[in-house]
């Protein structure tokens, strides 16, 4: 079974930068690709950052140019550098694995930007 943790997140002044890490743990034989989604209060989930198992990436438009994800494939974890932040970063934000036949989400870590 596939486990994921997420450290990172915490408090940050607007303009401040934050990185992300998530490590999965279990039985990965092959994945799709590792993504970041967060979530803010009355807000739908929405895609952060995703790099598939090619290395191809994905971000969402509100995160362009300040956000860049990565992986490390010998540690199985993925990274997501956060700078430039601004209050409307703040959310809970959680790691997803895709994997053959399933998909994996981590509990979730709280980012607060404060203005």
């Known amino acids: 079974q596939v486990q994921l943790v997420e450290s990172g997140g915490g408090l940050v002044q607007a303009g401040g930068s934050l990185r992300l890490s998530c490590v999965a743990s279990?039985?990965?034989?092959?994945?799709?690709?590792m993504g970041w989604f967060r979530q803010a209060p009355g807000k739908q989930r929405e895609l952060v950052a995703y790099?598939?198992?090619?290395?191809?990436?994905n971000y969402g438009d509100s995160v362009k140019g300040r956000f860049t994800i990565s992986r490390d494939n010998a540690k199985n974890t993925a990274y997501l550098q956060m700078n430039s932040l601004k209050p409307e970063d703040t959310a809970v934000y959680y790691c997803k694995i895709v994997l053959a036949t399933d998909y994996v989400w981590g509990q979730g870590i709280q980012v607060t930007v404060s203005s």
């Open positions: 279990g039985s990965i034989f092959r994945f799709n690709g």
């Open positions: 790099i598939m198992s090619s290395g191809t990436t």
